[in-house]
């Protein structure tokens, strides 16, 4: 069975600042990926980044950046010069191509940038 | 996402009636999936499809079931709403696990 934690049920973070969201994960396959989805007010799921476990470069999309720490089974979310649209739930979320790409997903946190 | 939609957006049902939400993709991808989505669970899976005709059960599948008899159709019936159904259902498609899912736009049931 996977399993995807998230521990900081709620976060907050000024305007331009910079935020790490946390997430742990546990997974038997050696094939799996990570992604980061984004839910606003607005309910849309939105894909932020996503990483592939067998590359060990972190990935970055723009002022989102992860690092992946294999060994440890963590994969964290940084938000760089955060935004007021960067306000919604975020979700740490594990898949593995082997399961009929059937997806888990953590309990998610709820960040707020503040002006 | 224009590729898939979902309806209908809102309904409010009574205990003990049957429900049936549909979700619509134009991407012709293989697999589909229902998740519900409740405060302090994320999102669940229910139902998920690997094919016309092929489906198979999630983590939360009581009371719930599927048909998928076409590649672009995915139904999810309630035989009997009861309240603890009451939650915002999710539909998503994929075709490549690196793509992660394309989601719907949700939709928010509520049992009475």
């Known amino acids: 069975a996977q399993t995807v934690t998230q521990s900081q049920p709620e976060m907050s973070v000024q305007e331009a600042e910079t935020v790490t969201l946390s997430c742990t994960y546990d997974?038997?396959?050696?094939?799996?990926?990570l992604f980061w989805y984004k839910q606003p007010p607005s309910r849309q799921m939105i894909l932020v980044i996503r990483q592939e476990a067998y590359k060990q470069q972190n990935a970055t999309e723009n002022r989102f950046s992860v690092n992946f720490q294999k060994a440890a089974k963590s994969f964290s979310l940084k938000i760089s010069d955060s935004q007021l649209g960067d306000t919604a739930m975020y979700f740490c979320v594990l898949g593995s191509g082997g399961s009929n790409y059937k997806l888990t997903f953590g309990k998610g946190t709820l960040l707020t940038v503040n002006p | 996402d224009a590729g898939i939609t979902q309806s209908p957006r809102h309904k409010v049902t009574e205990t003990g009636t049957p429900v049936t939400l549909r979700c619509h993709q134009t991407?012709?991808?293989?697999?589909m999936y229902w998740y519900r989505q409740d405060p302090g669970h994320g999102l669940r899976l229910i139902h998920y499809?690997?094919?016309?005709?092929?489906?198979d059960k999630g983590e939360v599948s009581d009371g719930y079931s599927v048909s998928r008899s076409k590649t672009e159709d995915f139904l999810l019936t309630l035989e009997s709403a009861t309240s603890s159904q009451t939650s915002v259902y999710f539909c998503?498609?994929?075709?490549?696990?690196?793509?992660?899912?394309?989601f719907g736009s949700g939709t928010r049931l509520t049992v009475v």
């Open positions: 997974t038997s396959e050696s094939n799996y990926y």
């Open positions: 998503a498609i994929s075709d490549d696990i690196l793509d992660g899912y394309t």
């Open positions: 991407e012709n991808h293989r697999y």
């Open positions: 499809s690997y094919g016309v005709k092929d489906t």
